[in-house]
């Protein structure tokens, strides 16, 4: 059974930091691209940040230089470390996994920026 399970969300505060993560199960997590995307309220899903199997990385413009994505595939887990975070920021998070035309959804975790 495949499962794609997202940790570490919560509240935070205006310059603060976040990591997330996702642990995978029932997919070879090596040879997939992993993505973490995010849903505010009334907007669209927007990706976020991006890693191939052979971990090249790509952002969103709006969040270059604060968030880090990486992953461990021995521990089939991706990771999202998230700095100098902004209300703007808060949303749901999710994690995706992609494969040619196979794509599997975690669940979201909410993040919030607020004082």
């Known amino acids: 059974q495949v499962q794609l399970v997202e940790s570490g969300g919560g509240l935070v505060q205006p310059g603060g930091s976040l990591t997330l993560a996702c642990a995978a199960s029932g997919f070879s997590f090596s040879i997939y691209a992993m993505t973490w995307y995010r849903q505010a309220p009334g907007k669209e899903r927007e990706l976020v940040a991006r890693i191939t199997s052979t971990t090249t990385t790509n952002y969103a413009d709006s969040v270059k230089g604060r968030f880090t994505i990486s992953r461990d595939n021995a521990k089939a887990t991706v990771f999202l470390q998230m700095n100098s975070l902004k209300p703007e920021d808060t949303a749901v998070y999710y994690c995706?996994?992609?494969?040619?035309?196979?794509?599997?959804w975690g669940q979201g975790t909410q993040v919030t920026v607020s004082s």
């Open positions: 995706h996994a992609q494969r040619n035309w196979i794509h599997y």
